[in-house]
Structures are given as C-alpha cells and as structure tokens.
C-alpha cells in the first residue's frame, strides 16, 4: 500500500486560535506528541494567534497548563526544547500590515513547510483565509479548516467557493477526526486485505450495517456552541456519513490516496436524500433547555437515528442505520455489518443471533465475529459466540491518536484521512431535506435511557447491536 510521502525537512505551524480550547485539547498534545515520537522533521516552529495581545513567555506558560492537562506525555527534559520554539503573535487581518509576514516569507524560502491551523470558530474561516491570501501567506501553504466546513449546503457553498479561489484542493485538509481513528482505517483492510470477509461485503450477504455512536456526555461545557449545532450536524452530515461512506466503498483499484478518495467520492454520489418522514428519528434529552446557554425552546436535536440508503448495486435496498445522541445509557463507536440468515441445511433456525462483523473504531479498535457454533454435547443445538481481537493487541502496537494522526498526515501531505469538496458537496445533498419545513420534532427522552423509541423501527428484527451496557453488542 502506498501513500503520498512528502515529509517536510521543516516546518513553520501558524495555529490560529491556539488559546482556544480545541488547540488546548487536541493539537498542542498532539504537537507534543510528535515532538515526543520523533514524527516532526528536524526544524519546526509553532507560531500561535489570537486577537489578544500575550507575549510569547505567557503563551509558553498558557501550552505548559494546557500540556499538563491534556496531554499523557510527562513534562520533563523535553518539554523545554518543545517551548523554546514557541511563538505568539496577534491574529492576521485583512486590512492591517500582519508582523509575522515578513518571518514567516523568510522561513517558507528557506524551504520551510508553511501550515496554517484554523482551530477558530467556523465564522472565522473566511475572515483568515481571506485575510492570509491578502498577505499572500498561502502560496504552497497547506491550510488545516476544523469542522464543521460549512453549517448547511448554502454555507458549504459559499465557503469551498472561497477556499478555492485562493488555494487548489490539494492545499486543503478539512479534518474529520473519525476518518483518522485507527478503527476506521481498519475497515477497508479488514475487508481487502481478508479473503474471510472481501466476499460477504454486499447486499447479497449484508442485511443491514448500523454504525452506532451513543454517548453517555453532557453538553453543558459547550451549551452554547452545541444548541446552536445540535447532533444531526455536529455528527451525521459529518463523522457518521464519513464512516458509512468508508464501509460502503466500491473496490478501489488500490489503496493509494487518489485511488481511496476516489471511491468515497462515488460512494457518497450514491447517497439518497434522506426522507426526514420515514427515514429519521430526533430527540431531545429531558433537563436540555434548562442548561445554561440553551434557549428555554430550543428544538436543537440530542439525538438522531437515520436510515439512509446508498443507491448502488453493491448496497441496494440494505439500510444504513445511523445513530449518534448525548446522555444516553452507554457508550460506544461501533459499525455493524448484520448478516442474512443461511440458506442451505440450517435455513430456518431460529434459535441464535444471525452472524455479525463488528467492528469498534474507539480507541486502537477491536473486531467482533458473531458466529453461530454447534453446543458441546451429544445434540446437535446451536449457540451463539463471538470471536474478538483487539487491534492494540496487535504487534507493533504504537497507535496515534486521531488528532495526531491527522496531523502527521498533513505534515506528510497524505489527503486519505481528510473530506473533500465533492463528499461534502454530496453530504450536503443528501442532508437537506432535514434542514427543511420536514425535519421533525424532536422527541423527548430521558438522560441515561438508549433515546426515544420511536428509533426502533428504524433497524431490522434484531434491534440495536449496541444495547447493553457500554460498548457491548447485545447478549454479551
Ligand atoms: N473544542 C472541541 O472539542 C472541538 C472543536 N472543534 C472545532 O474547532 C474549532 C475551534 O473550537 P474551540 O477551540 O472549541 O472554540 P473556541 O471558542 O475556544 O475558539 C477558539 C479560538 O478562536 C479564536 N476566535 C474566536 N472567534 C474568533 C474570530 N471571530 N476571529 C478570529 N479568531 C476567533 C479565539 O481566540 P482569541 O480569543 O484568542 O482570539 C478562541 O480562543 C471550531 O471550528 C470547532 O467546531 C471540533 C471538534 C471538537
Ligand atoms: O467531533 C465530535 O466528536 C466527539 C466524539 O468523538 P471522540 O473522538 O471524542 O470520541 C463528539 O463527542 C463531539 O460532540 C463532536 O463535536
């Protein structure tokens, strides 16, 4: 398998909105990471912005808390090479001369790879990108947008129009952090790289894939963000469809970066618009307008079931149930690929689950084989047991994290882990119709309950593979 390897011999990182907090979560502990695993060329620097005004040793000081509260690497020897090339500066404007331009020139002649991080709000997208393309700072850059990309088709629109009137496509990295979960890459070598499973992939042998992602969090650290957003946008239109995309791939011709996003491409042009009628289950957990930041009638969505169909002959008439929802009773990232019952000499048994690939994308993952086995003694009755291997069992087993992973890959200019403007073109075709006068009500339901009921009807006989407690198909 080959990737686009085009590692950088150094590195200028201008992380815009680096005082945030998805720069403090995600993409400092993931710089520091790197730095850590040896995974950043020789020379890099990092030069964070912000609208304030902060000299560099406060910025230190402000990565130094962030590291000590989200990052597992200790703060020791290292931590004082990693400061030393840390930088700080007020953000870029359009209309103002920007100080680090002449620096950052300096750098990028020598050879420096240029990356701009937007960790800022969406509507301070255009704003930069304009801002940077004014200072000419976006020449051979590449350019990291965090999601959303775009909060509805028009929006979407409007900003790729933008994005690509000063950078080709090639420049661009729109995260999806599920793309980059070990789990998720793990599906397309489960399926290519094992005979065991290559021919079972399609709707002759699929009855239905569901790809789960309950969540037992809150909202209320994000109140504000999150009513404006709600799940169906935070994580359907993006990381559910992303993964359904990754499941329902044609075969590509290989699994280099064109080859792979052009099959999601098309996959994703197969994407039917959902029927918000019959084809989607909202709801609302029950205390949600009472958190602070949420309006007192928020109708904003903590929960969303949607069937959507993927009109292709591989997947014709097999539902892709998709599920994601705050305070629920478990938690779990789960794709499920439920198999049709035997013909043959047991057709017609009906005493154990039918068989089942399943595959955990959290962590470093873990796959499930639910297979149907004959009882120990003189009879011939059948069980049911599930085979299980989990990926961080697997030698050698140095994962990264999705964030740092994505990074790495951007630094290594390999676009297989990032969307496109075509999947997302067709993501938010085939979303639309819930941002419509269609879109039902949400409905409520009670915080540590598995949401409305209503959403049962969505999946076949069996029910929810994910319905125990915590990551655990049912029966375990
Ligand atoms: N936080 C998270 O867990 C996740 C966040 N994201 C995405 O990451 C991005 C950043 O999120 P998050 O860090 O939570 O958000 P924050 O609200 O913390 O914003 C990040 C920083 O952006 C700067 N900023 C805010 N508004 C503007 C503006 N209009 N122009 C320029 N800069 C601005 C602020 O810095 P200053 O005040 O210093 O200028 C702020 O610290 C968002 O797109 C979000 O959707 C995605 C997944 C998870
Ligand atoms: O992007 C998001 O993802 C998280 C779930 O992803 P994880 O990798 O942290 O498990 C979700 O909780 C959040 O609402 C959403 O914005």
């Not at 999806?176 to 070598?189: I, P, S």
């Not at 197969?270 to 609302?284: A, I, K, M, N």
């Not at 009755?381 to 790495?408: C, K, M, Q, T």
């Amino acid at each position: 398998m080959t990737t686009t390897r085009d590692e950088p011999e150094s590195l200028l990182l201008v992380l815009h909105g680096a005082r945030g907090d998805l720069a403090a979560r995600m993409v400092l502990p993931s710089m520091y990471l790197l730095y850590r695993r040896a995974l950043l060329p020789d020379e890099w620097r990092i030069i964070g912005t912000g609208r304030a005004e902060m000299t560099d040793d406060e910025f230190i000081d402000h990565v130094h808390d962030a590291l000590e509260k989200y990052s597992d690497e200790p703060l020791d020897s290292g931590w004082h090479d990693f400061a030393a090339r840390l930088a700080y500066t007020t953000e870029v404007t359009e209309d103002a001369p920007w100080e680090q331009e002449q620096a950052i020139g300096d750098q990028t002649n020598k050879g420096a790879l240029l990356v701009h991080y937007l960790a800022v709000p969406p509507s301070a997208f255009a704003p930069i990108t304009r801002a940077l393309a004014k200072h000419d700072l976006l020449t051979d850059a590449r350019v990291v947008y965090e999601k959303p990309f775009g909060t509805s088709p028009e929006s979407f629109t409007e900003l790729d129009a933008l994005v690509h009137e000063h950078l080709d496509e090639e420049q661009v990295f729109r995260i999806d952090h599920f793309l980059a979960k070990e789990g998720t890459q793990n599906l397309h070598v489960l399926r290519f790289a094992n005979e065991l499973f290559a021919h079972s992939w399609n709707r002759k042998h699929v009855a239905e894939v569901q790809i789960d992602v309950p969540e037992t969090l809150d909202v209320a650290q994000r109140a504000e963000f999150y009513d404006a957003t709600g799940a169906s946008l935070d994580m359907l239109v993006t990381h559910l469809f992303q993964v359904a995309s990754e499941v329902a791939l044609e075969t590509p011709d290989s699994l280099d970066v064109d080859a792979l996003v052009a099959a999601r491409e098309e996959v994703f042009r197969s994407f039917r618009e959902l029927d918000p009628t019959d084809d989607v289950v909202l709801g609302q957990f029950t205390g949600y307008t009472d958190i602070d930041g949420v309006d007192d009638d928020s109708t904003t969505d903590t929960y969303v079931a949607a069937r959507l169909w993927i009109d292709n002959e591989r997947w014709q008439d097999v539902p892709f149930v998709l599920r994601t929802g705050k305070m629920l009773a478990g938690a779990a990232q789960r794709v499920t690929l439920v198999l049709r019952a035997p013909r043959g000499p047991m057709a017609g048994e009906s005493t154990v689950r039918p068989n089942a690939i399943s595959v955990s994308i959290s962590g470093d993952g873990e796959i499930e084989l639910s297979t149907t086995v004959k009882r120990p003694g003189p009879e011939l009755e059948l069980a049911s047991g599930i085979a299980r291997l989990s990926l961080d069992d697997v030698d050698p087993g140095a994962s990264l994290p999705p964030y740092a992973s994505a990074i790495h890959d951007v630094l290594d200019g390999d676009r297989r882990a990032f969307t496109t403007s075509a999947t997302l073109t067709e993501a938010w075709r085939a979303f639309a119709p819930l941002l419509g006068p269609g879109r039902p009500a949400p409905e409520p339901y009670e915080p540590g309950s598995w949401g409305p009921a209503a959403a049962d009807r969505l999946v076949g006989d069996e029910g929810w593979w994910v319905r125990g407690d915590g990551d655990t198909p049912h029966g375990d």
